[in-house]
Nanobody, 122 residues
Framework: QVQLVESGGGLVQAGGSLRLSCLASGRTLSTYAMTWFRQAPGKEREFVSGISRGGGTLYTDSVKGRFTISRDIAKNTMYLQMDSLKPEDTAVYYC????????????????WGQGTQVTVSS
């Protein structure tokens, strides 16, 4: 059973930064691709970024150049560095895993964290 725990969310002004962390159980980061999704009120959960087992990365267009995904396999932790935050980035951010590849469809993933709230004020 894979367990994921997110942390690092909070309230920040537009233009500010936050770093999210996702602590995974066991050898998850070397077994599966890891992803970040987000869900704003009244909207569907959407793909934000993913990192493959080999370290390749993928971003949704709206965060390219502002967000950076990374991981520390020794610490079983994935990160999302979020810079130049915008009010439209406000959402609950989730980490998800369970596949060997990166997929943009949230229904693909079997394992999810509980989410961490990110609020960006204008």
């Amino acid at each position: 059973q894979v367990q994921l725990v997110e942390s690092g969310g909070g309230l920040v002004q537009a233009g500010g930064s936050l770093r999210l962390s996702c602590l995974a159980s066991g050898r998850t980061l070397s077994t599966y691709a890891m992803t970040w999704f987000r869900q704003a009120p009244g909207k569907e959960r959407e793909f934000v970024s993913g990192i493959s087992r080999g370290g390749g990365t993928l971003y949704t267009d709206s965060v390219k150049g502002r967000f950076t995904i990374s991981r520390d396999i020794a610490k079983n932790t994935m990160y999302l560095q979020m810079d130049s935050l915008k009010p439209e980035d406000t959402a609950v951010y989730y980490c998800a895993t369970g596949t060997t590849g990166i997929y943009r469809t949230h229904g693909t993933y079997a394992y999810w964290g509980q989410g961490t709230q990110v609020t960006v004020s204008s």
